[in-house]
């Protein structure tokens, strides 16, 4: 059963910075893609950045140049580094993992960017 755990969600004021881990219980090279999603309070959840087994990222136009995504394979672990954060960035943040046609997500981790 693979198990995603998120850290380091919390309260930050806009212009701060925070960053996120997600710890898999496996190889994260056993996933095609592993990523950060985002859902805040009455939207869709959204894709904010993804990390591709070979390395490529991608991320969604509002956090590009803010946000990084990287991985640490020895610790079986990735990060989503937020820098100049903004009080739209308030979401619950989700880890999510692809194996084959199988998602497997985190618990979520609550970040909260004030004014």
């Known amino acids: 059963q693979v198990q995603l755990v998120e850290s380091g969600g919390g309260l930050v004021q806009a212009g701060g910075s925070l960053r996120l881990s997600c710890a898999a219980s496996g190889s994260i090279f056993n996933f095609r893609a592993m990523g950060w999603y985002r859902q805040a309070p009455g939207k869709q959840r959204e894709l904010v950045a993804v990390i591709t087994s070979v390395g490529s990222t991608n991320y969604e136009d509002s956090v590009k140049g803010r946000f990084t995504i990287s991985r640490d394979s020895a610790k079986n672990t990735i990060y989503l580094q937020m820098n100049s954060l903004k009080p739209e960035d308030t979401a619950v943040y989700y880890c999510?993992?692809?194996?084959?046609?199988?998602?497997?997500w985190g618990q979520g981790t609550q970040v909260t960017v004030s004014s």
């Open positions: 999510n993992a692809v194996r084959g046609l199988v998602n497997y």
